[in-house]
T-cell receptor, first 113, second 112 residues
């Protein structure tokens, strides 16, 4: 049973617009959430994270929002750029997992010029 | 700045052969992880080392898989008697005190 779910396999947006990637989780013991970006034939690269004691974290064009009651988080990218085209993975840790990250299946973002 | 290094980048082998992958983590990181990723899936946890001690293994890690980190630095992942279902990208990651993990570029294994 998947503990971290990314229900949209793909997303296409126009350059300059906002990209919103969503992630849901089922384990209430998760206390830290991360977003990774992955290009083909490369390993995932850390993008941004959020602790469960916060509901928002911002880094430049990237903002992550956490809604604990809904067990939902989202990544906002604004403005989107063609170089943002990649697969984005949501990951969670906590509940004694010793740093082991549980990943979703990813969402492929395509930003069109 | 040296990130996580994995070798080889690609490996093609015949079913039944043994393969070994190497991972060199970021030097000051004491935690080291192996993950496996197949097409259309996110990375799946295989095993975890704190220094040289292997502290956790996933049930995905069958008896044909063995991982070592002999001196608490680099790690090796060996797959014996490879099967076609072992074809995947094998990712190594390292971390320090925080939750964030740094991943290598992975080893793409193809079992024919």
């Amino acid at each position: 049973d998947q503990q971290v779910k990314q229900n949209s396999p793909s997303l296409s947006v126009q350059e300059g617009r906002i990209s919103i990637l969503n992630c849901d989780y089922t384990n209430s013991m998760f206390d830290y959430f991360l977003w990774y970006k992955k290009y083909p034939a490369e390993g995932p690269t850390f993008l941004i994270s959020i602790s469960s004691i916060k509901d928002k974290n911002e880094d430049g064009r990237f903002t992550v929002f956490l809604n604990k009651s809904a067990k939902h988080l989202s990544l906002h990218i604004v403005p989107s750029q063609p170089g943002d085209s990649a697969v984005y993975f949501c990951a969670a840790s906590g509940g004694g997992s010793q740093g082991n990250l549980i990943f979703g299946k990813g969402t492929k973002l395509s930003v069109k010029p | 700045d040296t990130g996580v290094s994995q070798d080889p980048r690609h490996k093609i082998t015949k079913r039944g052969q043994n393969v070994t992958f190497r991972c060199d983590p970021i030097s000051e990181h004491n935690r080291l992880y192996w993950y496996r990723q197949t097409l259309g899936q996110g990375p799946e946890f295989l095993t975890y080392f704190q220094n040289e001690a292997q502290l956790e293994k996933s049930r995905l890690l069958s008896d044909r898989f063995s991982a070592e980190r002999p001196k608490g630095s680099f790690s090796t992942l060996e797959i014996q008697r490879t099967e076609q279902g072992d074809s995947a990208m094998y990712l190594c990651a390292s971390g320090d005190r925080g939750e964030k993990l740094f991943f290598g570029s992975g080893t793409q294994l193809s079992v024919l």
